[in-house]
Structures are given as structure tokens and as C-alpha cells.
């Protein structure tokens, strides 16, 4: 029901926007989150968005680089990755987060994860 997409090789310092969109229902009503999973590690939290989009948070080693926004009439979630660099490699992950039990950064609280898209920074 989330299909990420927007992935791909892109040199250091490049950008790139991913997207996740919802097909079978509605999350207008949800919050959402992306999180990525480099090779051979854990999935980690990079940024979480309210229903509404005016609430954001990002994991503190992003700020800056990267914003999350979504697009609720068009059922779509984004992140805009800028000054890409090679320990952004992962595969990247939204979710929509249905529980409220614990933090925003915590993967338990999501649900409806995407497929991923792979990002590869490299020269």
C-alpha cells in the first residue's frame, strides 16, 4: 500500500527526492515516517512528518540536509536529500505511524512499511 520510489547512484554532494505513495486508502489522516537501513546495520529513523505536514523532525545527524513534506491530495509523502554523502547508502523506507505508544523515532510504532528504494552514494 506505500511504494517508495526515487532512488538511485548519485555522487557525493548530489541530491535526490524520494517519494512514497499510497495506493489502496488514504493516510491524510496519519503520520508518516522515513527510515533507512544501511548494509549490514540496523534500520534507523531519519524523519517523521504529522498528518498535517506542519509538524517535522529529523534525526539530529540530518538536519539540514534533508526535509520531509507530503502532499495529502495527492496521497503522497516526500524527502528531499541534499549534500548527499557515502554514509547515506540504504535502503530508504516510509511507514505510516500508527501508534503513539512511543517515540516518533521508533520503528515499533509504524506500520504499512513500503518495499524501500535503494540510494547509493558513490564516485
Known amino acids: 500500500q506505500l511504494q517508495a520510489s526515487g532512488g538511485g547512484l548519485v555522487q557525493p554532494g548530489g541530491s535526490l527526492r524520494l517519494s512514497c505513495a499510497a495506493s489502496g486508502r488514504t493516510f491524510s489522516n496519519y503520520a508518516m515516517g522515513w527510515f533507512r537501513q544501511a548494509p549490514g546495520k540496523e534500520r534507523e529513523f531519519v524523519a517523521h512528518?504529522?498528518?498535517?505536514?506542519?509538524?517535522?523532525y529529523y534525526a539530529d545527524s540530518l538536519k539540514g540536509r534533508f526535509t520531509i513534506s507530503r502532499d495529502n491530495a495527492k496521497n503522497t509523502m516526500y524527502l528531499q536529500m541534499n549534500s548527499l554523502k557515502p554514509e547515506d547508502t540504504a535502503v530508504y523506507y516510509c511507514?505510516?505511524?500508527?501508534?503513539?505508544?512511543?517515540?516518533?523515532?521508533?520503528?515499533?510504532?509504524?506500520?504499512?512499511w513500503g518495499q524501500g528504494t535503494v540510494v547509493t552514494v558513490s564516485s
Open positions: 512528518i504529522s498528518f498535517s505536514g506542519r509538524s517535522t
Open positions: 511507514a505510516v505511524r500508527l501508534g503513539y505508544s512511543g517515540s516518533y523515532y521508533d520503528a515499533l510504532q509504524y506500520a504499512y
